[in-house]
């Protein structure tokens, strides 16, 4: 081996004598960018998929489950018929990009560009790898945002208004956020930082999912009143998932495997694991004993924190915004949601508000306060960033333009989701009907998870056996009536 390329010779890997290759390609940071995007499209299939599917009530496994499968398939179609272009495309106006497809061979195997990325400081950019590599990077980011999204509306929403709000919500909402702060629009020219999606991803989510949970309406009383997990061991195996995927997240976005990318990486892990640590103690300590579903909590928040920042502070700053995300998600997810009047008028179901709105918040603005001047000018659209912890009127400068930043995708993400769920609620419901929301999977799918039957299922005596049911199996009474005694109807809600 070592005679091989003694002499000036080039190794055959990197010999392009067949003239297959272009210059500009670099096989490592194609290899890592294609790796990064599918451990992102691996948080969201199996990974929320999973957590989705094992974290709500039995008889709504399917239906969330299938929420989220549905959502990545129908992005991806979007993606490259349209969406990719608005988000990363030509600009159209400040804010969108021109719509168009990105699906032809001559347009995947030439360099990625983003043609609007340039600015006064910076060249526009060009990573080392096919356009294909940057859609499929940028698309498995566009299906997750709708995936946590629907976490806010799991238990209700009529399915067939959820396939067609995922269209338009990723036309009218995702693109604008996408362009605006990454794609080359007004706020990336202006120097707002989100690194991997705090503002793009968690904060458009959890607003939009806030937004939509209010207009599609409440699950049953029952369901609000007790909605256990029925499988909290497969929901830590989604969360693992999620966890380990989010290096792809935050190290895929450098465009490149190098040294930035290898902080972001660490950078993140650090967060969210005191993020999980201050969550459990804050529950030992208020609750008296340390949640598996609390702790799942802490490790999304210290995620979702980091994840505008993740390459642009050092290790002790995101060990502080570890405490930061461990602790206000908690106090207002644990405290102020049970004291807010209008918290609770709408039912968020696994709180996405608290773990990706005010996560992402946070982690924004704590981005303008960390920002360290070096890793920033490795990032940023504008050159000498730097956030308010390293003095100035320069910090404080980055600090507003945070603030600024995430009003922006409050103020959009309240105003588009809105307008969208009216249109669609004026030809199909948005949320099930009475009698679906009371029997869940096998009513809205014909389905269920599980060969139990059981809590939200009728009773079929060609499913489950004699009319005559009874528990004498269990030495429980039915009903108030005695052991063996026959149950007066042969359907029961459960």
């Known amino acids: 081996m070592a005679d091989a390329t003694q002499g000036g010779a080039v190794p055959s890997a990197y010999n392009n004598t067949g003239g297959t290759l272009p210059d500009w390609l670099n096989k490592g940071d194609n290899a890592w960018q294609m790796t990064a995007a599918t451990l992102v499209g691996m948080q969201s299939v199996p990974g929320l998929v999973i957590l989705y599917g094992s974290v709500v009530k039995k008889k709504w496994a399917i239906n969330s489950a299938f929420m989220a499968f549905y959502a990545f398939a129908a992005v991806l179609i979007c993606w490259v018929i349209w969406a990719y272009k608005m988000s990363f495309g030509e600009k159209l106006i400040p804010i969108w990009g021109k ?16 043609p609007s990325t340039q600015t ?32 806010a509306l799991l238990g209700r929403m009529n399915f067939i208004a ?68 029925n499988n909290i061991l497969l929901m830590l195996a989604g969360a693992g998932l999620l966890w380990l995927g989010w290096a792809g997240f935050n190290g895929g976005d450098p465009y490149a495997a190098n ?14 694991a005191m993020s999980l640590l201050v969550w459990t103690v804050l529950d030992v300590i208020f609750f008296g004993k340390p949640s598996v579903i609390g702790a799942v909590q802490g490790m999304i928040t210290g995620l979702v924190v ?20 461990g602790s206000i998600p908690w106090y207002t997810m644990m405290v102020f949601h049970k004291r807010s009047w209008v918290l609770k008028q709408v039912d968020d179901t696994l709180g996405v508000f608290h773990t990706h709105a005010v996560a992402g918040f946070l982690g924004g603005i704590l981005t303008g306060l960390f920002a360290e001047p070096t890793l920033a000018n490795y990032f940023v659209a504008r050159l000498d960033e730097q956030g308010s912890f390293y003095g100035g009127h320069v910090g404080g400068r980055q600090f507003a333009k945070q603030l600024v930043g995430a009003l922006f995708i409050i103020g959009w993400n309240i105003a588009v ?18 009698e679906d929301l009371i029997t869940g999977d096998d009513a ?23 009319s005559e049911y009874d528990d004498t199996q269990h030495g429980l009474s039915n009903n108030g009536l005695t052991v063996g005694q026959a149950a007066p109807a042969p359907a029961v809600d459960l």
């Open 120 to 151: 006064a400081d910076v060249a526009m950019a060009t990573p080392f790898y096919p356009l294909a590599t940057m859609i499929y990077f940028q698309f498995v980011f566009a299906a997750i945002c709708l995936i946590l999204l629907a976490g």
């Open 306 to 325: 980091i994840t505008p920042a993740a390459g642009v502070v050092q290790g002790w700053a995101s060990m502080i915004m570890g405490i930061v995300a």
């Open 99 to 114: 719509a168009g497809t990105v699906w032809g061979y001559k347009t995947m195997q030439a360099q990625a560009m983003l």
């Open 444 to 466: 809205v799918h014909g389905e269920e998870a599980y060969a139990l039957w059981g809590d939200g299922e009728k009773f079929d005596i060609t499913k489950h056996g004699s």
């Open 259 to 272: 040294i930035d990318s290898s902080i972001a990486v660490i950078n993140t892990n650090i967060c969210a």
């Open 417 to 434: 989701t809105s307008i969208i769920l009216n249109i669609i609620r004026l030809v199909i419901p948005l949320r099930m009907s009475e």
């Open 162 to 229: 959820w396939m067609v709000f995922v269209p338009l919500w990723l036309t009218f909402s995702y693109t604008i956020g996408a362009f605006a702060l990454w794609g080359g629009g007004c706020l990336f020219q202006w120097g707002v930082i989100d690194y991997s999606g705090g503002y793009v991803i968690h904060l458009s989510a959890g607003v939009a999912g806030f937004t939509a949970a209010f207009w599609v309406g409440p699950r049953l009383t029952k369901d609000r009143e007790r909605f256990p997990p």
